[in-house]
Nanobody, 115 residues
Framework: QVQLAESGGGLVQAGGSLRLSCAASGTIIRLDRMGWHRQSPGSQRELVAQIRSDGSTDYGDSVKGRFTISRDDAKNTVNLQMNSLKSEDTAVYYC?????????WGQGTQVTVSS
């Protein structure tokens, strides 16, 4: 059974940077679509970024130009580099693996951006 473990969250000032990592175990993610989603209180979970097995990427409109998703299939990890953070980026960030239409989720990591 796949397990996704996020790390790298924390408290940062507006304008700062954080790097989130997601380590997958119990599976090999090389052929999977991997993504980062986030959810803040009172809001629905939203896509932040995703990366396919061929390396193509999609980003949510609010993070384009500031966030970069990458994958290291040799290490079975996916990363999210977040720059120029804003207070509205404050949320719990979840790693997701999608295979054959099914999505598995990590437990999430809190990112808090102070203004």
């Amino acid at each position: 059974q796949v397990q996704l473990a996020e790390s790298g969250g924390g408290l940062v000032q507006a304008g700062g940077s954080l790097r989130l990592s997601c380590a997958a175990s119990g599976t090999i993610i090389r052929l999977d679509r991997m993504g980062w989603h986030r959810q803040s209180p009172g809001s629905q979970r939203e896509l932040v970024a995703q990366i396919r097995s061929d390396g193509s990427t999609d980003y949510g409109d609010s993070v384009k130009g500031r966030f970069t998703i990458s994958r290291d299939d040799a290490k079975n990890t996916v990363n999210l580099q977040m720059n120029s953070l804003k207070s509205e980026d404050t949320a719990v960030y979840y790693c997701a693996r999608t295979r054959y239409g099914r999505t598995d989720w990590g437990q999430g990591t809190q990112v808090t951006v102070s203004s």
